[in-house]
């Protein structure tokens, strides 16, 4: 029985994404375990902290866990990744369906390839192991550089998304964990 849900729910992804891509939208598609290694991770380490982060993909839901340190001048962790060209797309809303740890947790977007620099991010709330739809247009991110408020950039457009990821910096140390099962640009 769990081998037919499990083929259901795969052919389900497999039909909405390839209806998503006919109205050209962007979907990440968390059934490869492949998708994983496209994901970089960026923490408190590049200033001295000692936090640890990394992104898993299991039975078709990514997972961003750790533990989030203050040692150090620490506090954040984080993993990004390039996206495919947004040129084409036509979206105005990021939707995601997450599972998270009553933590509140960052969608940050980059609008060029560069490691360090302005990033644009949407704060979104989690209940503890409860799923949560999250729908994100580009006026509830804010630019911030080095989590602090940037002023005179242009306003987010997703059409510019190069790069996007997680971010925890909550100021509480302790492990994290955020489930992710759908990510799409619609």
């Given at each position: 029985?769990?081998?037919?849900?499990?083929?259901?729910?795969?052919?389900?992804f497999c039909l909405y994404s390839l209806m998503a891509v006919a109205?050209?939208?962007?979907?990440?598609?968390?059934?490869?375990?492949?998708?994983?290694?496209?994901?970089?991770?960026?923490?408190?380490?590049?200033?001295?902290?000692?936090?640890?982060?990394?992104?898993?993909?299991?039975?078709?839901?990514?997972?961003?866990?750790?533990?989030?340190?203050?040692?150090?001048?620490?506090?954040?962790?984080?993993?990004r990744r390039l996206i495919p060209d947004m040129s084409?797309?036509?979206?105005?809303?990021?939707?995601?369906?997450?599972?998270?740890?009553?933590?509140?947790?960052?969608?940050?977007?980059?609008?060029?390839?560069?490691?360090?620099?302005?990033?644009?991010?949407?704060?979104?709330?989690?209940?503890?192991?409860?799923?949560?739809?999250?729908?994100?247009?580009?006026?509830?991110?804010?630019?911030?550089?080095?989590?602090?408020?940037?002023?005179?950039?242009?306003?987010?457009?997703?059409?510019?998304?190069?790069?996007?990821?997680?971010?925890?910096?909550?100021?509480?140390?302790?492990?994290?964990?955020?489930?992710?099962?759908?990510?799409?640009?619609?």
């Amino acid at each position: 029985m769990k081998k037919i849900c499990y083929a259901v729910t795969l052919l389900s992804f497999c039909l909405y994404s390839l209806m998503a891509v006919a109205k050209g939208e962007k979907v990440f598609d968390f059934t490869e375990s492949s998708e994983a290694s496209k994901w970089m991770v960026v923490n408190d380490g590049v200033m001295g902290g000692i936090s640890r982060s990394r992104m898993i993909i299991d039975d078709g839901v990514a997972h961003f866990l750790g533990y989030l340190s203050l040692e150090n001048n620490g506090g954040f962790a984080s993993v990004r990744r390039l996206i495919p060209d947004m040129s084409d797309s036509r979206s105005d809303t990021v939707t995601l369906r997450v599972k998270g740890d009553g933590r509140p947790y960052q969608l940050r977007i980059r609008t060029d390839r560069a490691w360090d620099g302005v990033s644009y991010r949407a704060l979104f709330d989690t209940n503890d192991g409860e799923w949560l739809d999250i729908t994100l247009k580009a006026s509830d991110f804010s630019p911030v550089f080095r989590g602090r408020p940037v002023r005179n950039v242009p306003e987010l457009r997703f059409q510019d998304t190069k790069q996007l990821g997680f971010l925890l910096a909550d100021k509480r140390t302790g492990e994290f964990h955020l489930e992710v099962s759908q990510l799409s640009f619609r």
